[in-house]
């Protein structure tokens, strides 16, 4: 283990939380129990769907023209076999919803069984055939659109080197891997592509070309001990390249054979392909528990996640530093002297923040709604809090696919009883009566604006074909998880906050409104609410590049131990701002607090939703409206939830300030 581990490894034991989730190096999955095969058992080749960088719309992998299951090269020119699809893998709830699509695929393999330049099948194109020249469009743009593969062999994705492939024994020379491999490379037409054109300076020969990977170089590395039977699939690694063969009984995989343009037009009308693989088996010291080493390793250098944690922190100790001088100093004083009641007439005269107290437990307007939404905030607030912690100890590693959506949508159905009481506690204190209409929009009104939404959104991968559309049936377990079960317990939630008795307030509450004095402009509503969102964000935007780098870049995300952290810091900053701008609104004489404490605290979204704009414009590759529609889509989508949520946080904080501090004041 190198001196950079070693010191990650100690900063993070000491921050406990992190400690839990451990580095690249100790990387264990819990619950996923090794395999060892032995010498010419058949190793699975599982295909999962297509992605992109330049484009947000995943296919499946026989969307497009590729081998396919009881197909060879001489069935397929003999007529004697007809092609099928590749048999389904049993996928999980999160997995169906990420738009993965795992299926068998028709490459052959045995356990140490080398194979070179065995022919797959062949593929002949013609320009005048309607069907066929479909075919070669839909692979010529998934070529220039720089979809990758994604391959599966033992639960490890199968990983292309693209630098340092020889190693070293520094950090920075370790190899770096990308998961997946390219479809092919393009040149002059696709120059955003990430995918270049290596093969004999094929860019000075080919200068306006289409290529396709139609040969694989497969190394997979195992490992052998006394303790057990058999070998252990340690590593997956792939070198795509483009072969042009002269026919599918005479196939030469030399390096120095010239690649295979992509090439179908009225000058060029026929085109045959062969697709060929080869396979090499490696022995390695690797054991199977650090066989995800090297995949992490290559993911972002985690230095960078230490600055933003210590940036997060420099944020935090400020706020604290201002609320602590507010709290010990100024807040300390003003109770002692309203307190005080052997001090002068004037000194006793009310001023400031006391002023309002017949006024500051008033219900706020809508009270439904504010209710409804600090219920559904308790129980997102829930469902991320224990996703955390379970994905902190390696339940939701990257080998349990579909692992933490799975997780987050379980929890959120089954905590609709923190939903439902705190909801009705709320509704309750602020005198409301419609106690049914209570129930009813905290079971519904935010989980049927995401479902509309998605659906929506679904709708339109569903007219792209796309592997990412949910299937009808998905759908319908969706409903009957959020009818059957959420429901339900949102109601038993709401019977048993109702049944309790209202919560008391430490001052009386005046039956005339006091009025409100002009207000300053840090103290308006709007600008005080935006003022609230600043500092929340600065905590998180560096770790929410990383999520959006991963999410949208199709990237590892593992370091759940730093998000943790910076997810705890970000609480610990959106209660602490919302506290400050409330004493600031109070001492105004402003008791409008109720919303204000909410919209404050949640208008980090606005920074957030903001930086995601940027983000796709500065950083993605993607265009076309239905790219941008489904990522604005799916980013408000998740930029409500998180809304609701810090929303919530910075109330409840609020909310516990202003008891405290109008229970410790004697009021006439």
Same mark, same amino acid.
């Given at each position: 283990?190198? *001196?950079?581990?070693?010191? =990650? ?11 839990? $989730?451990?580095?690249? *190096? ?38 497009? @023209?590729?081998?396919?299951? &009881?197909?060879?090269?001489?069935t397929d020119a003999d007529g004697t076999a007809k092609p099928k699809e590749g048999a389904k893998v049993s996928e999980n709830l999160g997995q ?12 052959? /393999?045995? =356990?140490?069984?080398?194979?070179? $330049? ?9 320009? @005048? ?7 070669? %469009? ?23 080197? #693209? ?16 998961? &997946?491999?390219?479809?092919?490379? *393009? ?6 592509? =990430? ?10 020969? +080919? ?38 063969? %002269? ?10 054979? @010239? ?27 690797? %054991? ?20 933003? /944690? ?10 604290? $530093? ?35 107290? &017949? ?20 129980? /997102? ?30 929890? +959120? ?108 402009? +840090? ?67 402003? +008791? ?11 208008? $980090? ?6 930086? *995601? ?31 609701? =949520? #810090? ?12 008891? %405290? ?8």
């Open positions: 283990m190198d *001196a950079h581990t070693n010191k =990650m490894k100690f900063f993070v034991t000491l921050t406990a939380v992190v400690g839990l $989730c451990g580095d690249a *190096a100790a990387f264990y999955l819990p619950g996923v129990a090794p395999r060892a095969y032995v010498k010419d058992e058949l190793l699975p080749l599982l295909v999962n769907r297509l992605d992109s960088t330049e484009s947000i719309i995943p296919y499946d992998y026989y969307h497009f @023209d590729f081998c396919e299951m &009881g197909e060879t090269a001489e169906i919803l990420l738009g993965e699509r795992i299926r068998h695929s028709p490459y052959e /393999i045995r =356990m140490r069984e080398d194979i070179y $330049c065995r022919p797959l099948c062949q593929r002949s194109y013609d320009f @005048d055939d309607k069907k066929s020249r479909h075919k070669f %469009k839909l692979l010529s743009n998934a070529i220039k659109k720089d979809y990758m593969h994604h391959w599966i062999i033992d639960n490890l994705p199968a990983v292309e080197c #693209t630098s340092n492939c020889r190693g070293g024994v520094e950090y920075h020379e370790q190899p770096y891997y990308r998961l &997946g491999f390219p479809v092919g490379c *393009a040149i002059g037409e696709a120059r955003k592509s =990430m995918t270049i054109c290596t093969v004999n300076t094929i860019s000075n020969m +080919y200068p306006e070309e289409v290529f396709v990977n139609n040969h694989i170089d497969l190394v997979i590395d195992f490992h052998e001990s006394t303790e057990f039977t058999g070998a252990r699939i340690v590593g997956v690694q792939i070198s795509p390249r483009s072969i042009n063969h %002269k026919s599918y009984k005479e196939v030469d995989c030399g390096h120095e054979v @010239d690649p295979q343009p992509f090439k179908l037009t009225k000058d060029a009308k026929k085109m045959d392909l062969v697709y060929t693989y080869s396979v090499a088996f490696r022995p390695s010291p690797l %054991k199977w528990a650090s066989r995800w080493d090297s995949y992490l390793q290559s993911a972002e250098n985690t230095s960078i996640h230490w600055f933003s /944690i210590v940036n997060s922190l420099i944020i935090v100790v400020f706020l604290s $530093c201002m609320i602590g001088v507010i709290l010990v100093r100024t807040l300390h004083k003003d109770i002692s002297r309203y307190n005080n009641a052997d001090e002068s007439e004037d000194a006793q005269e009310e001023f400031g923040w006391k002023l309002v107290h &017949g006024d500051v437990f008033r219900p706020p307007g809508n009270p439904m709604l504010l209710s409804v939404l600090l219920g559904t905030g308790s129980q /997102i607030m829930g469902v991320v809090c224990v996703t955390l912690f379970f994905a902190c100890l390696g339940f939701l590693s990257p080998a349990t696919r579909g692992g933490l959506m799975t997780s987050m949508l379980v929890m +959120y159905v089954f905590l609709g009883t923190p939903a439902g009481f705190v909801s009705s506690r709320m509704y309750k204190m602020f005198g409301g009566e419609q106690w049914k209409s209570n129930v009813i929009c905290t079971a519904f009104l935010i989980p049927s604006f995401v479902f509309v939404t998605f659906f929506v959104l679904n709708l339109v991968l569903w007219s792209k074909e796309s592997s990412a559309a949910v299937p009808f049936g998905t759908l319908i377990a969706l409903v009957l998880m959020w009818f059957c079960i959420s429901v339900p317990l949102t109601f038993l939630g709401a019977y048993l906050g109702f049944k309790r008795a209202a919560i008391e307030q430490p001052v009386r509450t005046n039956q005339i409104p006091r009025q409100i004095p002009p207000q300053s402009l +840090y103290t308006q509503f709007w600008p005080g609410v935006l003022m609230g969102g600043i500092l929340p964000f600065g905590c998180i935007f560096i770790q929410l590049f990383f999520i959006l780098n991963s999410i949208w870049g199709h990237k590892l995300y593992y370091v759940f131990g730093f998000l943790f952290v910076v997810f705890t810091i970000l609480c610990v900053t959106v209660i602490e701002s919302t506290i400050l701008l409330c004493y600031f609104h109070l001492c105004a004489e402003n +008791y409008h607090w109720w919303w204000r404490a909410f919209l404050s605290s949640g208008a $980090c979204v606005f920074y957030v939703f903001l930086y *995601a704009i940027i983000f796709y414009v500065r950083r993605m590759e993607v265009d076309g409206t239905v790219n941008l529609v489904l990522y604005v889509g799916y980013t408000f989508v998740v930029g409500v939830l998180f809304w609701v =949520m #810090t929303g919530t946080i910075g109330f409840f904080g609020c909310f516990a300030f202003v008891r %405290k501090i109008y229970s410790v004041v004697k009021v006439d």
